[in-house]
Nanobody
Framework: QVQLDESGGGLVQAGGSLRLSCAAS????????MAWFRQAPGKEREFVAG????????RYADSVKDRFTISRDITKNTVYLQMNTLKPEDTAVYYC?????????????????WGQGTQVTVSS
């Protein structure tokens, strides 16, 4: 089992920044990919960004490319999502997820462990 603990959400004005953190514990050896997803009210959960734990090229949704940056600190078993130039349409609950098998995928069904989610609200 892998436990994921997210933090860093909150309320910010459009154009502002937030940094989300996701600390992993438990079965760290099972982590192949860590990713961030988000889900807005009435919408499906969507991929935001992801990277392999070994440090390969990260992948981003087109809607956040050039504004969001995903990174990891393997000494802390933590992945971060730096979100800049936030827009009202970025408002959602953000979830950290872990995939235990090969490949960085964008479908939510491809992930094995999930955090509880952290709310991000961007006001206009």
């Amino acid at each position: 089992q892998v436990q994921l603990d997210e933090s860093g959400g909150g309320l910010v004005q459009a154009g502002g920044s937030l940094r989300l953190s996701c600390a992993a514990s438990g079965g760290i050896a099972r982590i192949y990919t860590m990713a961030w997803f988000r889900q807005a009210p009435g919408k499906e959960r969507e991929f935001v960004a992801g990277l392999t734990w070994s440090g390969g090229m990260p992948r981003y949704a087109d809607s956040v490319k050039d504004r969001f940056t995903i990174s990891r600190d393997i000494t802390k078993n933590t992945v971060y999502l730096q979100m800049n130039t936030l827009k009202p349409e970025d408002t959602a609950v953000y979830y950290c997820a872990v995939r235990s098998t090969f490949a960085l995928v964008v479908r939510s069904t491809g992930y094995d462990y999930w955090g509880q989610g952290t709310q991000v609200t961007v006001s206009s």
